[in-house]
């Protein structure tokens, strides 16, 4: 019965599109027919995904001779093994979610927005229902943020961060074509000061093209950032006649700044982080580290204020990288080691004041730190590139900043301490880094 049917809806829908002239429609009908094909795709996939589902468990695939069903899979829809192997995960999830599976089965979700919802709410159950109705108002975009906000805070945010940078990994190889090709896995702190450098440099680099006269699209400029990028450190090395360092220690310094509200009423909060060589203060001619360059490139880390000072987030806050996602707050309390400080005061859901509190590190503090610390303070360690300032007794918790509350660690020891919970002291004018324990 199934089978007849369906085998008479595709006999209907190929004399559909044998006759369908879109040229000759206006564009109501156009948007009408454009609806109804949508509706139906959803259901197709839905369809789709169930068939798969049973597919894999009945072992159909091996008496076809795959080697396994998601090659069937991949072979049956003309699809690679990605896209099957995706489209069987979400058909696994689906059984456990009984009112995804429902909306599936309405018609009411298409197959992207189900992998989006099947993956956070196998994490976090009691976000299946808002995922739904949110897949149902509001664009792909906010629908994966709600996904990674709900899957964030099912689990432990330091245990996923850590997850995610002991996976990391750039990859680079030369296509058939001989282009170049790179593929990256960052945390989300480190992805998006990437991405924040490249498009800041874009941004120059569009601008005097597009003076030029260039029509170029926006993303080779995004390509030339990089490669510009690049160049820039490769020049600055030379002039210091050193190679560039590698391993976990290599990193810009960073700082940040944190916009909080005051009393309680709203507790978002937005925090800066501006990636700068050796404290981000302009240097004299005469330091080996003097060079001219851009304004330094700008990400937002949006936090809530209480979760800032205590350290974690409870339901209902926020610590995050718009348009990255969810990070822990002690990713944003390091990024704030070295900040320029906006207090929000609010009033309800108005704001009513902005209160600039200046840099937390002064410029001759910072010129005094570099003197004092020119290499990673943990005794050992030779590193004196990409040195990023720490408060020893952090900002976040009343640690002043005063020469003798900072430090200058490599970007590795700077993990430890942050996140691996090392203790940084100083005994008797000696530097002590200790393990946890």
């Known amino acids: 019965m199934i089978m007849s049917t369906l ?49 894999e468990s009945s072992n159909i695939w091996r008496a076809r001779g795959h080697r396994s069903a998601a090659a069937h899979v991949a072979e049956t829809t003309g699809t690679g093994i990605g896209p099957a192997l995706d489209a069987l995960a979400t ?21 992207r927005q189900l992998q ?22 509001q664009p792909m975009s906010l629908l994966k943020l709600r996904a990674r906000r ?48 490249i498009r800041s440099q874009a941004a120059r680099l569009e601008a005097d093209a597009r003076g030029a006269g260039s029509t170029e699209p926006k993303r080779v400029f995004d390509a030339d950032a990089l490669v510009a990028l690049a160049n820039r450190a490769g020049s600055r090395q030379a002039r210091r006649g050193g190679a560039v360092p590698g391993g976990p220690s290599a990193g810009g310094e960073t700082s940040a700044g944190v916009e909080t509200s005051a009393g309680g009423e709203t507790s978002e909060a937005d925090a800066t982080t501006s990636g700068r060589r050796s404290g981000g203060a302009p240097r004299s001619p005469s330091h080996p580290d003097a060079t001219a360059g851009p304004p330094p490139a ?21 610590c995050e990288i718009p348009g990255v996602g969810p990070i822990p ?26 209160a600039h509190l200046g840099r937390t590190i002064p410029a001759d503090l910072r010129r005094a730190l570099v003197d004092r610390d020119p290499t990673c303070v943990v005794p050992g360690c ?6 990023e300032i720490d408060h020893v007794r952090p900002f976040a918790d009343g640690g002043e900043t005063r020469l003798a509350n900072l430090a200058r660690l490599c970007h590795w020891h700077h993990y430890l301490k942050t996140h691996r919970s090392y203790r940084l002291r100083r005994d008797d004018g000696i530097w002590v880094f200790e393990p946890p324990g």
């Open 116 to 137: 989006v919802i099947t993956d956070a709410a196998s994490a976090a159950p009691g976000a299946e229902q808002e995922l739904i109705d949110a897949a149902q108002q």
């Open 382 to 387: 030779a590193v004196e590139e990409g040195l």
């Open 91 to 111: 058909a696994r999830r689906m059984r456990k979610l009984p009112s995804t599976e429902e909306a599936a089965r309405d018609g009411a979700l298409s197959e």
């Open 329 to 354: 707050v002690e990713v944003a309390r390091r990024l704030a080691c070295d900040s320029i400080l906006s207090v929000l005061l609010t009033d309800g859901v108005d704001v009513t004041t902005v």
């Open 7 to 55: 085998t008479a809806v595709a006999a209907d829908l190929r004399g559909v599109l044998a006759e369908l002239e879109p040229e000759r429609l206006d564009g109501p009908d156009a948007a009408a027919l454009l609806t109804s094909f949508a509706e139906i795709e959803r259901l197709a996939a839905a369809g789709k995904l169930l068939s798969a589902r049973r597919v």
């Open 298 to 318: 700008v990400v937002h880390v949006r936090v809530d204020y209480a979760a800032l000072v205590r350290g974690h987030a409870v339901d209902g806050e926020i």
């Open 150 to 197: 709900a899957k964030a805070a099912s689990d432990d945010h330091s245990v996923r961060y850590e997850q995610i940078r002991s996976r990391r990994y750039l990859k680079h190889w030369t296509d058939r074509d001989g282009a170049v090709r790179f593929d990256a896995l960052l945390t989300p702190d480190a992805g998006a000061q990437v991405i924040a450098a």
